[in-house]
């Protein structure tokens, strides 16, 4: 799940801003709009989104049912638009009819169903519901995407475009190209598994320190640095403060970390890759982060950090989370440094 906040203005539009949303381009999915409404004008907003794959959707609607009950409860939303991306109008079909029938889960008012082929520019899409007191048109095209609000501000604040899927962003996460020499990499993995954290708090300074210099000059060195720091709390969390005060540059060197970490340390990978997470929030590309986060847990699901993280981003706190994670790390860090 996602949040944006932009005024609805119609269907087109809304597909329109999907991609930069979320940070890719949603395929053989469902994706909810939900909106609340102005007490004043009436109007409504644009809020949070949520993407399911199509293929399972219903049955996890129907399993998630209370949650999401819960969730939109909670966020007081009022109403929600469906948003079936598919050619396949056999499961398009099936998808509107769940969602306008009584064993929908959809608490909140439901405004529209609408399907279309796939997200880009000028792709036709038709409503299979529109609410009997809506003035929207029965089809019409997609906007431009590169002219969308949330797309321009993606770029605003990344300087990436929306990957062209969830599969490459998996991809990307899945990645262990690390770009260091094979011995000095062994040698790193081996130097972090041993590594037990001193007495001195100068020495830990020192580790935290080498590793916080890779966000302005990567290297193996700093890499070294974070592996050990992500090996206990005590040094984790004030280098997650640190990257989270420059979580663009955070960002990239957590996912140079990530990349050096070998498949048989599973938990160390779930620990960046939800660290990847935290920091893809901080930087708006909540597509990403939804992503990272639920790899992080199937890496491993017996890591504290990563669990949480995927449950704040689900029930869509993940500004929060980031927030949360960065006064933790700083107060982390001034009880190990400074006091």
Request: net charge negative.
């Amino acid at each position: 799940m996602s949040n944006y906040s932009q005024t609805l203005t119609s269907h087109g539009e809304i597909l329109a801003n999907i991609p930069g949303i979320l940070g890719f381009y949603p395929q053989d999915s469902l994706v909810f709009a939900f909106f609340k409404q102005d007490s004043d004008t009436h109007s409504l907003s644009l809020g949070p989104l949520a993407r399911l794959d199509l293929d399972g959707a219903i049955q996890q609607l129907t399993e998630d049912r209370e949650k999401l009950a819960a969730w939109t409860e909670t966020l007081d939303l009022d109403a929600v638009a469906a948003y079936v991306i598919t050619d396949d109008m056999v499961e398009a079909d099936a998808a509107a009819h769940f969602l306008c029938s009584e064993d929908s889960p959809l608490r909140s008012e439901v405004l529209a169903v609408i399907q279309t082929s796939e997200i880009t520019a000028g792709t036709a899409w038709c409503a299979m519901y529109l609410h009997p007191n809506s003035c929207e048109p029965q089809a019409g095209r997609i906007s431009n995407i590169h002219a969308s609000a949330a797309l321009q501000q993606l770029l605003e604040q990344t300087g990436d475009l929306p990957a062209l899927s969830r599969e490459e962003i998996e991809n990307r996460l899945n990645s262990t190209e690390h770009d260091i020499d094979a011995a000095e990499h062994e040698d790193i993995i081996e130097d972090a598994l041993a590594y037990v954290p001193p007495i001195f708090r100068d020495v830990l300074q020192r580790e935290y320190e080498q590793a916080a210099a890779g966000m302005t000059q990567p290297s193996a060195r700093a890499i070294r640095s974070a592996l050990k720091c992500f090996t206990t709390p005590r040094l984790r969390d004030p280098l997650l403060a640190a990257l989270l005060e420059e979580p663009q540059a955070g960002l990239k060197f957590a996912e140079q970390v990530m990349r050096a970490v070998p498949a048989h340390w599973p938990g160390m990978r779930a620990q960046l890759t939800a660290t990847v997470a935290v920091l893809a929030q901080a930087t708006g590309q909540t597509g990403l982060a939804g992503v990272a986060a639920h790899r992080a847990t199937e890496i491993s699901s017996k890591e504290t950090f990563p669990s949480l993280v995927a449950k704040l981003i689900d029930i869509g706190e993940g500004s929060r989370l980031a927030e949360v994670v960065h006064e933790g790390g700083a107060q982390a860090r001034v009880q190990l440094f400074e006091n």
